[in-house]
């Protein structure tokens, strides 16, 4: 694994959808960094892997907020963009209005 050399090279705001994208980033080995103070006081990072495997469900970020390296090679078609690093936000504690519920079938 590289060094990774400190510095922000780029920055976005996600759409609502949660949506953002990086134009024009050269050849290289980067991380995406979500500013922490942004989210909610009431909501944290979720770092679950749901399905390994399925790299468009499951979270990329740690709980601190930063993601796997990424590798972009712009002379190789399928390393020039990678859409698929996402996470998902979740509550830390559940308001006490909150009450269990199931979903079954009949």
């Known amino acids: 694994m590289g060094q ?7 920055k976005d705001t996600t759409d609502i959808n949660g ?9 290289g080995n980067y991380v995406v960094k979500i500013k ?3 989210i909610p006081t009431s909501m944290e990072l ?4 749901i399905n390994p495997g399925e790299d468009m469900i499951n979270s990329d970020f ?3 907020g930063i ?7 712009t002379s190789v078609h399928e390393l020039i963009e ?14 006490e209005f909150c009450i269990p519920i199931s979903f079954k079938k009949l």
């Not at 990678?82 to 936000?89: E, P, R």
Request: with cysteine.
């Open 67 to 73: 993601s796997k390296i990424i590798s972009i090679d």
């Open 82 to 95: 990678n859409l698929n690093i996402d996470a998902g936000l979740k509550l830390k504690i559940c308001p």
């Open 4 to 10: 990774i050399i400190p510095g922000i090279i780029a």
């Open 46 to 49: 979720s770092t679950k892997v």
């Open 36 to 38: 922490y103070s942004t």
């Open 62 to 64: 740690n709980h601190l």
């Open 19 to 27: 949506k953002y994208l990086f134009e024009g980033i050269s050849t």
